[in-house]
T-cell receptor, first 113, second 108 residues
Framework: DTGVSQNPRHKITKRGQNVTFRCDPISEHNRLYWYRQTLGQGPEFLTYFQNEAQLEKSRLLSDRFSAERPKGSFSTLEIQRTEQGDSAMYLC???????????FGDGTRLSIL | RKEVEQDPGPFNVPEGATVAFNCTYSNSASQSFFWYRQDCRKEPKLLMSVYSSGNEDGRFTAQLNRASQYISLLIRDSKLSDSATYLCVAGGSYIPTFGRGTSLIVHP
């Protein structure tokens, strides 16, 4: 399968814990995006990489969130000191060019107890 | 005002009906447009790109109206399997922005 891969699929953790998600984009795609989606809403942009460079970050992304894409391949999204409001589906997408459609992974569903 | 707006619905239609969704965007610099389909608790999947001249893919037709800044999706001969949320996306030189989606329920 050469699609976008995310893991874990589900993460349940207690408030205050740190969590890390991983995304492996389609191999030839140099653009990688992280989104967050809650029930009844569309995906909300979090951050964007072109190769290894993090070019844009949403104002939604507080200091507790950090993302990396070392070597321009896979990416990780870390949330520190999780809060109830962080419960959501975290989606990763990749594309070949900015004006081309994004392809999404299955997402990681985060539940904060 | 949101950058991309959609009527959340739900649109409740019988099988075989024709249904249309509109989506408005506020950024006049938008150059690329897409429709995605999202099933419950699944990831969005690309349904079709939207081209300036309009385009069709089987029962689905997408159109772009730059003057009024909206895109539309028309579904003909609705099937039960078309039940899903339809997300529109506007992008180009900026980060693609998603609407909140329009829910479609096709009933027998």
């Amino acid at each position: 399968d050469t699609g976008v891969s995310q893991n874990p699929r589900h993460k349940i953790t207690k408030r205050g814990q740190n969590v890390t998600f991983r995304c492996d984009p389609i191999s030839e795609h140099n653009r990688l995006y992280w989104y967050r989606q809650t029930l009844g809403q569309g995906p909300e942009f979090l951050t964007y990489f072109q190769n290894e460079a993090q070019l844009e970050k949403s104002r939604l992304l507080s200091d507790r969130f950090s993302a990396e894409r070392p070597k321009g391949s896979f990416s990780t999204l870390e949330i520190q000191r999780t809060e109830q409001g962080d419960s959501a589906m975290y989606l990763c997408a990749s594309s070949l060019r900015r004006d081309q459609p994004q392809h999404f992974g299955d997402g990681t569903r985060l539940s904060i107890l | 005002r949101k950058e991309v707006e959609q009527d959340p619905g739900p649109f409740n239609v019988p099988e075989g009906a024709t249904v249309a969704f509109n989506c408005t965007y506020s950024n006049s610099a938008s150059q690329s447009f897409f429709w995605y389909r999202q099933d419950c608790r699944k990831e969005p999947k690309l349904l079709m790109s939207v081209y300036s001249s309009g385009n069709e893919d089987g029962r689905f037709t997408a159109q772009l109206n730059r003057a009024s800044q909206y895109i539309s999706l028309l579904i003909r001969d609705s099937k039960l399997s078309d039940s899903a949320t339809y997300l529109c996306v506007a992008g180009g030189s900026y980060i693609p922005t998603f609407g909140r989606g329009t829910s479609l329920i096709v009933h027998p």
